[in-house]
Every structure is written in structure tokens, then in C-alpha cells.
């Protein structure tokens, strides 16, 4: 339950600073330092928290965790990488690669564990940190091969359409705990589908943005709130080891 009304009341946080963009559409707040710090914060929770489901005290690991893990890993690593990187399309495209990677593990809970072998299990947040690492990489490497992500100082349909299938990935992904929470009543469930409910409200918002805007500032807010909530896990699980 604490959990379900952490969430509510970052959503209603959400649309409360919405709010400025209805009365000053035009405002902008180009802050470079505070949104890498922003960035790098969330991406280091994202890191440790990995660590921690795929060391889980006293417990098997299993397919979930892994996937979990490898969501959180690959998004970490990205969103470090996006925290250096000077805007332009390299910029937006490291956001963009980190929640589709991310989503994209996260998604892969609905594969049942039983048609996983330990094997897959732990090659998969390696195979993600390698595929993370070169991703990165290669688009701070090679800035002129990254296509248009911002024209006219709006998101161009390249830059809008890998956050609309992470939307939809975790909002897919938050639907499968919620599901898992009713049958085995843990609050891990709860506290799983709570943050990938938030995190594909993030990047629903991230889809009507434009950089720099109340909406996109928002976007990071959202973000930011559920990075709390893995760091608050974060600490509950080192306490209780």
C-alpha cells in the first residue's frame, strides 16, 4: 500500500508541474549541470540497484531478477553515458536508446522462468552491460552518423518513436507485477510495477515535450521520483542482509 500511494502522489506531483506549461508555453530553462546531475544520480541508483537483485541475500535468483536487473543495468550505464554527452542528436539518442534497452528488459518478465535455463539467466545482464557499454560508446564516438532527433527545436518522429515503445513496454511490464502482486501479495511486486508504471509515465510525457520546456523538466522530475523509490529499496535491502 505505501508503495500505491508513493506512486499517486508522484502523479499527481506530474501533472502539478504540467500546469506552467498551459499558462507560460514558451518558457525555458536550459540548465546543462543540474540535468546531468539529475541524470547521473538516476543512472547510479539504476546501477545499484541491479547489484542488489542479482545478489539478493538468502534468495534464488531467478528469471525475474535477472531481467530486472539487465532493464535497470542497461539503463544505468546509458543514462551515465547521456549525462556526458553534450546536447545534440547523440544526446537525445543515448536517452532514448536507455529506455528502449531498459523497457525492453523489463518486458521480458512475461517469459515464464521455468522455460529459462540458469544459463540464460545469468549470460542476460552481461550480454545487455556489453551491448550497453558499445551502444554508448559508438554514438559519443561517431556523432555525425547519429540521425535528426531535434529540428526546429522540437523531437523529430526518429527521436518520439523508441520512447513510444518504451511507453508501451513498461507500462506492459507494470501491468505483469501488478498481476504477479495479487497472486503472491509481496510488496516487491507492488514496489516493480510502481516503478515501471512511472516510468512509462515518464516517457509519455517525454513524447509531447520539447527540450528544455516545463513538460521536459517534468519528464526528469518523474524520473528522478522513481529513482527514490530504488533507492529507498536499495537501502531496505542492505539493512535486512
Known amino acids: 500500500m505505501p508503495y500505491l500511494v508513493f506512486t499517486a502522489s508522484i502523479?499527481?506531483?506530474?501533472?502539478a508541474s504540467l500546469a506552467p506549461h498551459a499558462l507560460?508555453?514558451?518558457?525555458?530553462?536550459?540548465?546543462?549541470?543540474?540535468?546531468?546531475?539529475?541524470?547521473?544520480?538516476?543512472?547510479?541508483?539504476?546501477?545499484?540497484?541491479?547489484?542488489?537483485?542479482?545478489?539478493?541475500?538468502?534468495?534464488?535468483?531467478?528469471?525475474?531478477?535477472?531481467?530486472?536487473?539487465?532493464?535497470?543495468?542497461?539503463?544505468?550505464?546509458?543514462?551515465?553515458?547521456?549525462?556526458?554527452?553534450?546536447p545534440g542528436d547523440g544526446f537525445v539518442l543515448l536517452r532514448n536508446m536507455a529506455s528502449l534497452i531498459g523497457s525492453s528488459s523489463f518486458l521480458l518478465v512475461w517469459w515464464p522462468d521455468s522455460t529459462r535455463t540458469e544459463?540464460?539467466?545469468?549470460?542476460?545482464?552481461?550480454?545487455?552491460?556489453?551491448?550497453?557499454?558499445?551502444?554508448?560508446?559508438?554514438?559519443?564516438?561517431?556523432?555525425?552518423?547519429?540521425?535528426?532527433?531535434?529540428?526546429?527545436?522540437e523531437f523529430t518522429l526518429t527521436a518520439v518513436a523508441p520512447q513510444?515503445?518504451?511507453?508501451?513496454?513498461?507500462?506492459?511490464?507494470?501491468?505483469?507485477?501488478?498481476?504477479d502482486s495479487r497472486r503472491s501479495g509481496k510488496s516487491e511486486d507492488l514496489l516493480f510495477a510502481s516503478l515501471a508504471l512511472l516510468f512509462g509515465l515518464a516517457e509519455f510525457v517525454f513524447i509531447y515535450s520539447i527540450p528544455w520546456d516545463s513538460r521536459w523538466w517534468s519528464w526528469h522530475l518523474l524520473r528522478l521520483m522513481a529513482c527514490l523509490l530504488v533507492l529507498a529499496y536499495i537501502s531496505r535491502g542492505y539493512v535486512l542482509a
Open 24 to 86: 507560460w508555453p514558451d518558457w525555458r530553462w536550459h540548465h546543462e549541470p543540474l540535468h546531468s546531475t539529475v541524470e547521473a544520480v538516476g543512472g547510479l541508483a539504476a546501477i545499484a540497484m541491479a547489484i542488489v537483485l542479482l545478489h539478493k541475500p538468502n534468495e534464488p535468483v531467478g528469471w525475474k531478477f535477472h531481467a530486472l536487473a539487465s532493464g535497470f543495468l542497461g539503463m544505468g550505464l546509458l543514462e551515465e553515458f547521456h549525462a556526458i554527452a553534450q
Open 164 to 179: 513510444s515503445l518504451a511507453c508501451l513496454f513498461f507500462l506492459a511490464s507494470a501491468w505483469r507485477f501488478w498481476l
Open 119 to 153: 544459463v540464460e539467466r545469468s549470460r542476460l545482464p552481461w550480454v545487455v552491460t556489453a551491448g550497453a557499454l558499445s551502444l554508448g560508446t559508438w554514438i559519443l564516438a561517431f556523432p555525425t552518423l547519429i540521425p535528426e532527433m531535434v529540428r526546429n527545436g
Open 11 to 15: 502523479v499527481g506531483v506530474l501533472f
